[in-house]
């Protein structure tokens, strides 16, 4: 080359690095645009929500009704409050009285009798205790008087008979023998000669007679004493000794069932007041029951018809409807349910496979159904320990109010189970599946990626945690490969 040419190829040869610089530039861009996305590995704040669907149930809701202890008669409306707002003591339904004034009229009848009855028990019951204590003293003076008449006739009466017998016979032996002495002294006196006057026979035929009659007696005499002493005396012993046991048999029957009668007198007594007091407190209970048939609000507050049972309204139409007049209710059956506006709490239910992570005090989300923008803050209260419709019943209670929302009304929550502070977190689509592996893609330093398995645990917000396998710093592939 001759060296006039040699400016020009230098010219040229400066004039082409420029280029080439571009070219490369151009080149590793466009590799660049044709590399895939990486992430990098750091750690994060991780949390784990279950979310669920409810509905918002009332806080310190008041449900009204007739709760009748003894009536059962019918309920029927003689006026009514239609529902909305009402104040402390207001009207809310009036029914008619007239079934239970009929039923207090009897039963005030029946109470009187049968308080009647009572009074008269009561007296027949003082006077049997007082007739028993007499009758037991007279049986003991009974007892006393045969014991003692007894005992006299064992120690003297006897003796003294059978001695008065002895001397009746001996009084009868000794007229005999007076009568004969007298008659032979009489037969001396007037049988000394022949001639005997009219006068002494007759005298003579007087005593003989006399003395006739005093043998004969003398020998039922000792038939008589002979009788007595072997037979009467013998029976009146008797008698008396069974006199004496029978006022003692008498006395111990008494003393054996005097008491019990009076006791049994009692218990029929206290039975019949116990029966008083029975029928005295139902008809106090069918009086206060009539003073029920006048229902007023418990509280201020919004009334509705119907009731609320977890949050969901029951009966609201119908009842409404038998508020009219001439419309029947049935009693215990909730007619209002007053609420106040935003006083509500968050009712769910969870499935078995997330109960054993809800615990009591997690924070929670809600945001009702009306207003999606709104989060209501608060704290789980309560998990069910047993199934129910739908899962296991969650209650939430809410830190945050809202007067525009109503029980009833329907929302989503989410439920904080479980918050790590550094844990490593990937997006969903970084992690892909070989077989039943989890795998990322790892990227060296030369950009070249690599299949590492990798142990996932729970996936939140498009996130997932790895629990095993990578370390902060790592750049794995945004997007796992497909296959």
Known sequence: MSLRWFPVALAAVLLSLPAAARADEEKAAEAAKTAPETVEVVKAKFAVWVEASGVLDPRGATEVSVEPDVYGGELEVVEAF???????????????????????????????????????????????????????????????RAERALSRFQAEERAMRVKEAELRLKGAEDSLKDQEEEHAQLEKLYGAGDAVEETERIVLGRSARQ?????????????????????????????????????????????????????????????????????????????????????????????????????????????????????KLRARAPIFTIVDRGAVGFRTAVPEAKVLDVKAGAATEVRPAADEKKTLKGRVARVGLTPGEGGFEVVVDLDDRDDRLMPGFTAKAKILVRE??????????????????????????????????????????GKVEVLEGLSAGEKVLAKAPKG
């Open 420 to 461: 790590t502070a550094d844990a490593i977190v990937l997006p969903v689509a970084a992690v892909g599946t070989d077989g039943e592996k989890r795998v990322v893609h790892v990227v060296d330093a030369e950009g070249k990626a690599s299949p590492r398995e990798v142990k996932v645990g729970e996936t939140n917000d």
């Open 82 to 144: 239609p529902g909305g707002t009402v104040e402390k003591d207001q009207l809310l339904v009036r029914f008619s009285t007239e079934t239970i004034d009929e039923q207090l009229e009897n039963a005030r009848r029946d109470l009187d009798g049968f308080k009647r009855g009572v009074e008269v028990l009561r007296e027949n019951t003082t006077r049997s205790t007082a007739g028993s204590q007499l009758a037991r003293q007279r049986a003991e003076l009974e007892k006393l």
């Open 211 to 327: 003395l006739e009659r005093m043998r004969i007696g003398l020998e039922f005499q000792r038939r008589r004493t002979a009788w007595y002493l072997e037979q009467d005396l013998v029976v009146d012993g008797q008698v008396l000794e069974l006199e004496a046991a029978k006022e003692r048999l008498e006395l111990e029957r008494l003393l054996a069932t005097a008491d019990l009668q009076l006791a049994q007198g009692r218990i029929e007594l206290e039975k019949n007041e116990a029966e008083l007091a029975r029928r005295t407190k139902a008809f106090e209970k069918l009086r206060a029951d009539r003073d029920r048939l006048v229902v007023k609000a418990p509280r201020a507050g919004l009334a509705v018809p119907g009731g609320c049972n977890r949050g969901r309204w029951q009966g609201v139409d119908e009842t409404a409807r038998s508020l009219e007049k001439g419309k």
